[in-house]
Nanobody
Framework: EVQLVESGGGLVQVGGSLRLSCAASGFRFDDYGIGWFRQAPGKEREGVSCINGRDGTINYADSVKSRFTIAIDNAKNTVYLQMNSLKPEDTAVYYC?????????????????WGQGTQVTVSS
């Protein structure tokens, strides 16, 4: 059974940093694509970044390019999202998700397994 557990969210000031973790179990990263998504109140869930375990290809949403970094630690079965230079508009619940096979873009409908989410709040 695929399980994903996010952690690392919290309250941070504008310009600050957070590192989110997604602890995974029940599958091999080599066979899956992993995505980070976020959902702000009243808005649709949107893709932030995704990475393919097989070949390491990565995609970022334009809104987070050069600020966020996604990475896999195979030894710890964990996917990280390093978030720097945070803005108030980054405030949302952040989710990680897994899809068997490869992912090209962060489309929520493409992912079948989801974590419970972690809240990120950026205060001004």
């Amino acid at each position: 059974e695929v399980q994903l557990v996010e952690s690392g969210g919290g309250l941070v000031q504008v310009g600050g940093s957070l590192r989110l973790s997604c602890a995974a179990s029940g599958f091999r990263f080599d066979d899956y694509g992993i995505g980070w998504f976020r959902q702000a109140p009243g808005k649709e869930r949107e893709g932030v970044s995704c990475i393919n375990g097989r070949d390491g290809t990565i995609n970022y949403a334009d809104s987070v390019k050069s600020r966020f970094t996604i990475a896999i630690d195979n030894a710890k079965n964990t996917v990280y999202l390093q978030m720097n230079s945070l803005k108030p508009e980054d405030t949302a619940v952040y989710y990680c998700a897994a899809r068997e096979g490869t992912v090209v873009a962060g489309r929520p409908a493409d992912f079948g397994s989801w974590g419970q989410g972690t809240q990120v709040t950026v205060s001004s």
